[in-house]
């Protein structure tokens, strides 16, 4: 029943490593992003894709590659885990931009710890 | 200056009282204004969105915004402890660039029985 879901919830690896996240959304929507919350609650957008296609892609490390197989899939893969890297990582989904409002619906997060 | 400042907290009230949160953002092409609200462990959630300035009311909670002076406003009457959680202020522009969702750094709110 879950809207948007993500997998897994919690992420705990050493600094070198390298893991990947899913996201899944059951709302027909067009549109997927992925958000980094760091500590202090700051909420950044890091990519969107529309239609399995790239439409955001912020100023994040080369070591942060997104892939999304299909509409309803948003998968973030990150290479060579650093200690920055440890946040809280939201994937959302929207009907796609365009002008007129529209809700971003947010995953529950996948909280990723590196030591 | 970051695109979307909010007001530090956190934030302590008694149950009832009357809360005000508020942001200032510096581009002029946002169009929409969010407040979302996350409780703990949880995602971010949609509470209320206005167009452009003015104000929207939805039971006990009032957004306002006033794009001469680049300030947005969240009141929320009646406090209740379910309440508790950090309020994230949202704004984008209609297209392009500024389609993207800018937040505030959000703000923790306790509402104490």
């Known amino acids: 029943d879950t809207a948007v879901s993500q997998t897994p919830k919690y992420l705990v690896t050493q600094m070198g490593n390298d893991k990947s996240i899913k996201c899944e959304q059951n709302?027909?929507?067009?549109?997927m992003y992925w958000y980094k919350q760091d500590s202090k609650k700051f909420l950044k957008i890091m990519f969107s894709?529309?239609?399995?296609?790239?439409?955001i892609n912020e100023t994040v490390p080369n070591r942060f590659s997104p892939k999304s197989p299909d509409k309803a899939h948003l998968n973030l893969h990150i290479n060579s885990l650093e200690l920055g890297d440890s946040a809280v990582y939201f994937c959302?989904?929207?009907?796609?931009?365009?002008?007129?409002?529209?809700?971003?619906?947010f995953g529950p997060g996948t909280r990723l710890t590196v030591t | 200056q970051k695109e979307v400042e909010q007001d530090p907290g956190p934030l302590s009230v008694p149950e009832g009282a009357i809360v005000s949160l508020n942001c200032t953002y510096s581009?002029?092409?946002?169009?929409?204004f969010m407040w979302y609200r996350q409780y703990s462990r949880k995602g971010p959630e949609l509470l209320m969105y206005?167009?452009?300035?003015g104000n929207k009311e939805d039971g006990r909670f009032t957004a306002q915004v006033d794009k001469s002076s680049k300030y947005i406003s969240l009141f929320i009457r009646d406090s209740q402890p379910s309440d508790s959680a950090t309020y994230l202020c949202?704004?984008?522009?209609?297209?392009?660039?500024?389609?993207?969702?800018?937040f505030g750094k959000g703000i923790t709110l306790s509402v104490r029985p």
């Open positions: 959302a989904s929207s009907q796609a931009p365009g002008q007129g409002f529209y809700e971003q619906y």
């Open positions: 949202a704004m984008r522009g209609w297209s392009g660039a500024n389609s993207k969702l800018t």
């Open positions: 206005t167009y452009s300035s």
């Open positions: 581009n002029s092409a946002f169009q929409y």
């Open positions: 709302l027909g929507h067009d549109t």
């Open positions: 894709y529309n239609n399995k296609e790239l439409i």
